[in-house]
């Protein structure tokens, strides 16, 4: 090494100067972590550095000579009916527990809601396998921007990350592992609680729409349980009341969709509620609580089947 | 034609030892130790904004003395690596044994390869499930590691501190205590920075950043204290202001080679 001329005065990896010395390599290994100033994002990190474990992967392409096979010809999970309801204090968000694959129930247990960090949850519909591999990567993305930055994303922020991704998945999505998240979140910036419980939904493509409503459902279901919250949800309720609104819905989606689990009294089986409010943050509401939803549901569909 | 100039590795080292010293010791010290409920990190640090105290994963939390773009990039590192392994493989799967080796391999070579050695030093504290089970490890600027389970000091004039701290440490302190003896350290004559002030002083809460990671707390254990809290947990004698700082530059903020 010459020493006492500036030109090749050699820099650490990652901080910006001339590019003299610096090896032409792929930033691979432990070394990448020490490089890319002010990333925050995780997900971009992993795609740099180790894009295999992408829940997509960009090299997603058919086999040679031959079509891909459907997602039906895979036998792959498919996830079905999630409801988010905006209320007095926050908002609601809660799936039934079913994946199908085919006519054939894959799993009667699954949890398709998923609490994403302190303010936010995200239920999925579309193929299981990509979905729930999409909220792990983006969950680890929140807490990432969090640690890194030292305060929370904004939920807008959240909620372009997850077009983001939802974007990523397009080529998975034409050939038919379509991923379609529902976001639920508590805008901790907005003063007012009744505005602040926001929803927003996607498409395969990655749009973002901002549900204002007050109420949304995505999946195979979502026809009969928005049918269903039209006529029933309010959003002056109260938590107890938007729960139980929750539970119906999901009921009357179960009720006319064959892809849509009901709730499972026999195996003690219930749909996952998470409310998010300013307050408690999101919280997933416990099996006792549900419990006596579903039961008091039950009941009343046993005096008139229609709710 | 120049011809390089022949210096012995031996002096290369030695000149860059003394380069990344006495940048850390201009620092203000930190103080990580275990206490009852979990590990306490008490940094003596006048910035609200720019922290030396930080979570790094579930269970693991970072501290660092000395120059803050060095340290700041090694905290954000650090958490690239933690959560990239979580999400590879398991959260359980990210210790602090693997981190630290991590850091220590990373930091000791660039003492060898650059030109100028990272001007840190830094504590790597995992919390276990008993205090037994707590590791803090620590890191210099050279890449040695050492591991210890009760305290470490770090920083600037560290020598009397750790005296201080060594008497007053207790395994089983709660988290008044485990805050009151950290300052005892902190403010003892001949620990502020720079030459070293030879009176005691009294640190207040605005010159203290102050986190635990709480044995009991489930997931994210890392916690800041600060505010109220914070005031609540104090000695009384550092409830009030702060003392004036001298006007002595911490090796966080002196220019790079900068003043004796």
Redesign the interface.
């Known amino acids: 090494?010459?020493?006492?001329?500036p030109q090749i005065?050699?820099f650490?990896e990652?901080i910006p100067g001339p590019a003299v010395g610096r090896t032409s390599r792929p930033e691979l290994g432990?070394?990448a972590?020490?490089a890319?100033?002010g990333e925050t994002s995780?997900a971009n990190?992993?795609a740099a550095?180790?894009p295999h474990?992408l829940p997509s992967p960009p090299q997603f392409d058919a086999p040679r000579g031959g079509r891909a096979p459907s997602p039906e010809q895979l036998g792959v999970p498919h996830g079905t009916t999630i409801v988010a309801l905006q209320f007095a204090e926050g908002v609601v968000i809660a799936g039934d527990r079913r994946a199908t694959a085919g006519n054939v129930i894959a799993q009667r247990d699954i949890e398709k809601i998923f609490i994403t960090d302190a303010y936010s949850a995200v239920g999925i519909a579309g193929s299981a396998g990509i979905a729930i591999e999409m909220v792990?990567?983006y969950t680890?993305e929140l807490?990432?921007y969090e640690?890194?930055e030292?305060v929370p994303m904004s939920l807008d922020g959240k909620a372009n990350r997850l077009a983001g991704m939802v974007r990523g998945n397009l080529g998975a999505a034409m050939q038919g592992f379509v991923v379609v998240p529902l976001f639920a979140g508590y805008d901790t910036e907005e003063p007012d609680p009744a505005k602040a419980g926001r929803i927003v939904t996607y498409d395969p493509t990655g749009g973002r729409y901002d549900e204002w409503l007050g109420y949304h459902a995505v999946g195979s279901g979502s026809v009969f349980a928005k049918s269903s919250l039209k006529k029933l949800h309010r959003t002056s309720a109260d938590l107890q009341t938007t729960v139980r609104t929750a539970v119906e819905a999901l009921y009357d989606a179960a009720d006319d969709d064959t892809a849509t689990g009901g709730p499972d009294t026999v195996r003690k089986i219930y749909p996952v509620v998470v409310s998010i409010t300013g307050a408690d943050g999101a919280v997933r509401r416990s099996d006792e609580e549900l419990a006596a939803v579903v039961d008091s549901v039950i009941a009343g569909r046993a005096e008139n089947p229609g709710g | 034609m120049t011809m390089p100039f022949y210096s012995s590795v031996d002096q290369l080292l030695r000149d860059r030892s003394e380069i990344a010293r006495k940048g850390i010791s201009r620092g203000r010290s930190v103080v990580v130790q275990s206490f009852a409920d979990g590990v306490l990190f008490v940094a003596e640090n006048h910035s609200s904004a720019l922290n030396k105290v930080s979570e790094i994963y579930d269970r693991i939390g970072f501290a660092a003395v000395g120059r803050y773009n060095e340290l700041e990039s090694l905290r954000t590192a650090g958490i690239r690596l933690a959560d990239s392994r979580g999400f590879s493989y398991d959260r359980r799967d990210v210790t602090g044994r693997w981190l630290a080796n991590t850091y220590a391999q990373f930091i000791g070579a660039a003492f060898i390869e650059q030109q100028k050695p990272y001007e840190v030093e830094i504590c790597l504290a995992e919390v276990g499930a008993t205090q037994e089970l707590d590791q803090l490890y620590r890191i210099t600027y050279d890449g040695s590691i050492l591991d210890e389970s009760s305290y470490i000091v770090m920083g600037g004039q560290t020598e009397p501190i750790s005296e201080k701290v060594k008497d007053v440490w207790t395994a089983g302190h709660d988290l008044g205590e485990a805050i009151a003896a950290a300052l005892e350290g902190l403010q003892v004559p001949g620990a502020a920075p720079g030459n070293g002030a030879a009176e005691a002083r009294v640190l207040g809460e605005s010159a203290l950043e102050v986190a635990v990671l709480d044995r009991g707390r489930p997931g994210r254990s890392f916690r800041r204290i600060k505010g109220a809290p914070l005031r609540a947990l104090l000695p009384a004698a550092n409830r009030g202001e702060a003392d004036t700082e001298p006007e002595i530059r911490g090796g966080d903020d002196a220019p790079a080679g900068g003043q004796e």
Do not use: D, P
């Open positions: 090494m010459r020493r006492g001329t005065m050699e650490r990652g432990h070394h972590a020490f890319a100033l995780f990190y992993v550095t180790q474990l792990r990567l680890v807490e990432h640690k890194i030292g």
